[in-house]
């Protein structure tokens, strides 16, 4: 039987505002094993990216827990929230977040590098020919299309090994055609290597092709699609 990877219990999230408190989540739980995906899917300001972050330890909850990898997130400080980012997590996100001054190979190497791998090119450089981009190693992403920008992100996010994927509007950036060309690639790498991938998306059909969806609106859970 497949062990929690990733387990919320009773979420909430409360922001101050001009007309007082302001409940962006309320009392959200879920619980994922290893190799699941979960599309979580709304309208905007449902509260998909606060969710996002909580799990990812990106941000904190007003009440609530998260454990990732065994890690209860909230006991934890910010250093060690990040070591466990940079032990367990990878990220996919709409605006690519490759460094300008780096070319394809160095931005993929980059996270290798920062945990001392001592064989990040060669990792590095296999991920980048998994993806098509094996002749574009030098390129810097001025130089590369959004959709070869996002196969750099996505072989960056495997390249650690991550147990979990959290990928937020991967395709929001890039037309329909190449939208499903990064989602087929996002999925075939997701089951080869067995990570768990949690996905924010407003496009239902690519939240369809998750085992589990949930939806949310106005920071409640209205409906999930279980296996």
């Known amino acids: 039987m497949s062990s929690s990877i990733l387990t919320a219990r009773n979420l909430s999230k409360v922001v101050p505002s001009t007309e007082g408190e302001l409940t962006i989540l309320h009392d959200l739980s879920l619980e994922l094993v290893s190799g699941d995906s979960l599309a979580i899917v709304g309208s905007s300001g449902s509260g998909k990216s606060t969710l996002l972050g909580l799990l990812a330890g990106l941000d904190l909850p007003s009440s609530g827990s998260v454990v990732l990898a065994g890690n209860d997130l909230a006991a934890l400080d910010e250093d060690q929230r990040a070591r466990v980012r940079a032990e367990h997590v990878g990220f996919v996100f709409q605006s690519f977040q490759l460094l300008d001054s780096l070319n ?26 998994r993806v098509g981009l094996g002749q574009r190693l ?69 939240a369809h092709r998750c085992q589990r969806l949930i939806r949310l609106e106005g920071g409640h859970l209205v409906d999930q699609v279980e296996p």
Do not use: C, W
Not at 109 to 122: C, K, N, S, V, Y
């Open 138 to 206: 030098t390129h810097y992403p001025r130089q590369l299309s959004g959709g070869e920008q996002q196969r750099v992100a996505i072989a960056r996010a495997f390249a650690a090994e991550p147990a979990v994927l959290f990928a937020d509007e991967p395709t929001g950036n890039l037309d329909s055609h190449t939208g499903e060309r990064i989602s087929d690639l996002l999925f075939e790498l997701n089951k080869e290597r067995g990570a768990t991938l949690v996905l924010v998306t407003h496009d239902e059909r690519l």
């Open 104 to 129: 394809a190979l160095e931005n993929v190497m980059l996270p290798l590098e920062l945990e001392g791998h001592a064989d990040a090119r060669q990792r590095a450089r296999a991920l980048l020919e």
